[in-house]
Nanobody, 117 residues
Framework: VQLVESGGGLVQSGGSVRLSCAAS????????MSWHRQAPGKERELVAT????????YYADSMKGRFTISRDNSKTTVYLQMNSLKPEDTAVYYC???????????WGQGTQVTVSS
């Protein structure tokens, strides 16, 4: 199983970034997907989740209205559109795949997003 994140980089405050996470080696459509992030010196935190069909999403409070999670099961990819970025959004962003039925759980290697003020 591989989860490969991409799309990170350096962006100015107020800017936008779209992250992608391409999954392989798993039955993507049965996995709930989520994005998490970890800033230096802080614990990893949940950013957003999306159900298997994409019908339901959840966002952490500080991301509501700014971030949008989506998925394309035909491309086995999950996305995170991040708008109105703030310096405090600087972190390594990880995607996660979880099969609720079996608790199988996989992580990507992460992609760095740095927001300059």
């Amino acid at each position: 199983v591989q989860l490969v994140e991409s799309g990170g980089g350096l962006v100015q405050s107020g800017g936008s970034v779209r992250l992608s996470c391409a999954a392989s080696g798993l039955s993507f459509s049965v996995y709930s997907m989520s994005w998490h992030r970890q800033a230096p010196g802080k614990e990893r935190e949940l950013v957003a989740t999306i159900t298997t069909t994409g019908s339901t999403t959840y966002y952490a409070d500080s991301m509501k209205g700014r971030f949008t999670i989506s998925r394309d099961n035909s491309k086995t990819t999950v996305y995170l559109q991040m708008n109105s970025l703030k310096p405090e959004d600087t972190a390594v962003y990880y995607c996660n795949a979880k099969w609720q039925l079996t608790n199988k759980n996989y992580w990507g290697q992460g992609t760095q997003v740095t927001v300059s003020s």
